[in-house]
């Protein structure tokens, strides 16, 4: 399945055009990294976004590699070498 990060604040992740429809989603961005997502299933106005719960926020918070990963992608976000989210699809498993 791949599809294109939109937002993501700890609790809830937002996808954009998802190859398939799925209830879960699990996500290993790096190794050591798991994110476990759930479809929410809420209706959304904007068309082919989906909103997945994150049920392992507690855990992520608390990581200190998810906190590293994070700290990376802001880094090559300011550094321009980070593909602009509406090109860039990631695999999900």
Request: glycine share 6%.
């Amino acid at each position: 399945i791949s599809g294109t990060l939109v937002d993501f604040n700890f609790k809830f992740m937002l996808i954009r055009g998802l190859s398939e429809e799925a209830d879960t989603l699990m996500l290993i961005p790096r190794a050591g990294i798991r994110i476990q997502l759930e479809n929410t299933r809420k209706p959304l106005t904007t068309p082919g976004v989906t909103l997945y719960s994150v049920k392992n926020w507690e855990e992520l918070a608390a990581s200190k590699a998810f906190q590293t990963l994070l700290e990376d992608w802001i880094f090559e976000y300011r550094q321009g070498t980070l593909t602009p989210r509406r090109t860039k699809k990631r695999m999900a498993m």
